[in-house]
């Protein structure tokens, strides 16, 4: 059960924003995808569920080739994008989480059963009957992480999930994903700035102009992490 891509290669236009990229996300792991705005993280994590195509190279998510099984990698690959609210689809929480297990065609036991594991996976149970457009910016981004854990995928994709957060509710947040990762959900997180995060990773994949440039454990990337303009955390002894 893995994200790999072989050789992957996506283009704008003339311009190449992923080049070249071979990379294996096996089950479980916790990863941090670094790297500079611009550096290309977004594009190759669509590739991971199919959102985009390939110009050429290869992506398998559990074995199975994205481009000829669109609808099993979206399955299988939850993905959360940079701004939650342009995600939501429904006035409330407890519709908007459903949406998907609704899609599927799932008798409405399941569904519920779905909705109810999803909000409780993220704390956001007694938010059900909550409009999304009254959330907080933390519930909103837990509220749109519950939504791609409906779809029970194995591997949970958040681009960007601390923007705009306050340090409560990114702990929150985090304590979610770390909770999930330890559950069995292996867990990409997309960030400039790996300082919320670092301390969950199995793993720190950093990336420069469409290239992998570090892969590594967290105590070895840290290092190198500064020359690729990612935000490495400060020296704890200038920190706290
Ligand atoms: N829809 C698009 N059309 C044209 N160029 C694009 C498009 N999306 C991204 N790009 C370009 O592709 C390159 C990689 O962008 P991408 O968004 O994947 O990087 P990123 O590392 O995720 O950065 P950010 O954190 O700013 O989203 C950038 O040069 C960007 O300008």
Known sequence: MTIRTESLVHRYGDSVAVDGVGLEIDDGEFVLLAGANGSGKTTLVRHFNGLLEPDSGEVFVDGRSVPENPVAARTAVGMVFQNPRDQFVAATVGADVAFGPENLG???????????????????????????????????????????????????????PFTGLDAPAREAVLDRLETLNRSGTSVVVVTHDVRDALELADRVVVMSDGRVVVDGTPERAVKRLERYDVRAPRRPTADR
């Open 106 to 160: 799932l008798p409405r036991d399941e569904i519920d059963a779905r909705v109810a594991d999803a909000l409780d996976a993220v704390n956001l149970s007694e938010r059900r009957d909550a409009r999304v457009d009254e959330l907080s910016g933390g519930e909103r981004e837990r509220a749109a992480i519950a939504g791609a854990l409906a779809m029970r995928p194995t591997h949970l994709v958040l681009d960007e």
